[in-house]
């Protein structure tokens, strides 16, 4: 009797030391169990979307998002802020930032789940009729690329508009509903809600974006004009939206970059720097060739950095390699992470891993990389090069009107359609044709991410150049950028992009080092 006795009393203790903890230290309990279930959630979903991208296997992401529905609430997102506000560790606090990030992103994309499907639904679909034919909504983008002859390019560009009618009615249902949901989550607008998110001022960015668009108008007019004169065939008052596609199908490189050296040059690169991808068994490259198989290069962080995987079906041409070596970027990077913390591993801002892949993949423009890895005569090489500037400024040129164009969007414009097609015709010079205005919809990025590929392409051109002031033009040559880079790699996440500009000797991200490698490669391709 005593010792049931004193079973009752020594539990009844319990009882009361538990309900007497802390409010804050039960909330912090609950923060760790929120982000097991994140981590096992992340890990499924890459490892569902390798089966599927690899394999043909079926995708079943909703059913990923049902099973852990309960992660991504308002509750949840309130509640983190709070273990946030409270945290005076500033490791910790970081790791709780990312965390409250990624279940609002994750919350957003839950609450436009049945919309986007409604979306990809109705554009698997439609069928648009061109000049007596019915074909599918999203074969028309392929068939503008390769087509030669303007006229039927137009064809082709018209014919969308009444698809696009369509769609627009549901992607302004997703407008209208972010706007209220930042609202919900006590944000006084989306672009504030986006703002915190991303980590960085949007009224700095916007007087950068202004300020590329204008000292790069000279130089890009030129060669513009150039490329549509000697490639198009067409006068560049005569050059549209429609035209582009063929403008960057530029095959006559193809030739130098075969679908059979393609690993064993990939597998040189890295060398060069110390890495060998045979023995870098956290690394899997798969480059077998299977029907059911993305043709796309992709890279899957399954579980960081243990299990990494990176998928290539070797077709040949430079726009695959440019794939290859940009995924093998993101590989690297999670591969060699060292990090513990979840949040340090998966849930850091994209513009370091982008900078990372950009900087891989922009070895393909490197004059030293060139004449080490391919056979390209020096005329062909100067062409290559001029082609590869003009490339550049133009996705800077249009990325900077995406983000200042959705800045206005989401901040209620009174004419959106008009301000997008007016601000795209001004960057990339298309002239502009009212059918440019039925995009000002489908061309948006969630939560700008058109502002994280600009500062991944800022920063790879600093990272770049300190690569080149340490170990020279041919830097991937050198051992020692492999170590360097590692110790980069190293740190994961845990960095954001304004972080790693000051661990490389920068007091910011800024264009300053992609403008002048732009006029490096138009220097070495007037030689």
């Known amino acids: 009797m005593r010792s049931l006795l004193l079973f009752f009393a020594v539990a009844f203790s319990v009882f009361l030391l538990s309900s007497c903890e802390p409010q804050g230290r039960k909330d912090a309990f609950f923060v ?63 790791r709780l930032r990312y965390f409250r990030r990624y279940l609002t992103t994750e919350y957003l994309s839950k609450e436009n789940a049945k919309l986007n499907d409604r979306i990809s639904n109705l554009e698997a679909s439609l069928v648009v009729q061109c000049q007596g034919k019915d074909i599918p909504y999203r074969q028309v983008s392929t068939l503008l690329s390769n087509e030669k002859n303007q006229t039927r390019r137009e064809a082709l560009y018209l014919a969308l508009d009444p698809a696009l009618d369509s769609l627009n009615q549901l992607y302004l249902q997703v407008e209208q509903q972010n706007l209220r949901l930042a609202r919900d989550l006590g944000y006084g607008s989306y672009n504030d ?22 000292e ?6 030129v060669l513009l004009g150039e490329l549509t004169t000697n490639q198009l065939r067409i006068p560049p008052d005569r050059f ?64 960081v950095p243990s299990d990494v995987r990176l998928s290539i079906k070797p077709i040949g041409g430079v726009d695959d390699y440019a794939a290859l070596f940009h995924e093998m970027g993101h590989g690297e990077h999670y591969a060699n992470t060292r990090e513990n913390a979840f949040e340090f591993r998966y849930l850091g801002e994209s513009t370091v891993t982008e900078t990372y892949a950009f900087l891989s993949e922009y070895l393909l423009s490197n004059q030293a ?26 996705y800077i040129r249009r990325y900077s009107a995406k983000f200042l ?3 206005e969007l989401h901040d209620g414009v009174a004419d959106p359609a008009g301000l997008y097609a007016q601000l795209q015709s001004t960057a990339t010079g298309a002239h502009e044709i009212p059918s440019d205005r039925k995009r000002y919809l489908s061309d948006v990025d969630a939560l700008f991410y058109s502002a994280s590929y600009l500062r991944a392409w800022y920063l790879e051109a600093q990272l770049s150049a ?24 190293g740190h994961g996440d845990r960095w954001d992009g304004n972080e790693l500009a000051r661990m490389i000797g920068n007091e910011a991200i800024t264009p300053d080092a992609l403008l002048d490698e732009v006029k490096l490669m138009l220097l070495f391709s007037a030689k």
């Open 369 to 394: 990389w060139l004449r080490l890895h391919t056979r390209m005569p020096v005329r062909a090489e100067k062409e290559f090069l001029r082609f590869q500037a003009f490339h550049r400024l133009y």
């Open 32 to 94: 760790d169990s929120l982000r097991a279930d994140a981590e096992q959630l992340v890990k499924a979903q890459s490892l569902m979307g390798w089966n599927n991208w690899a394999f043909g296997m079926q995708s079943n992401q909703d059913s990923l998002y049902t099973t852990y529905a309960h992660l991504f609430t308002r509750e949840n997102i309130a509640l983190v802020r709070r273990v946030e506000d409270a945290e005076r560790d500033s490791v910790q606090k970081k």
């Open 240 to 303: 549209f939206r429609y035209d582009i596609g063929p403008l960057f199908r530029n095959a006559r490189f193809d030739k130098y970059f075969s679908a059979s050296s393609m690993m064993p040059v990939l597998e040189k690169t890295y060398s060069g720097l110390g890495v060998n991808l045979a023995t870098q068994n956290n690394l899997r490259i798969d480059a077998e060739v299977r029907e059911t198989k993305n043709p796309r290069a992709v890279c899957y962080p399954v579980d």
């Open 466 to 489: 300190k690569l080149r002031r340490e170990f020279g033009f041919n830097w991937f040559e050198h051992p020692g950028a492999g170590e360097y880079l590692r110790g980069l790699w």
């Open 216 to 221: 790069t108008e000279g130089t890009y007019t």
């Open 405 to 407: 164009y959705e800045l």
């Open 193 to 214: 809600m986006a703002e915190a998110l991303k980590g960085f001022s949007f009224s700095e960015f916007k007087q950068v974006a202004e300020r590329v668009l204008a």
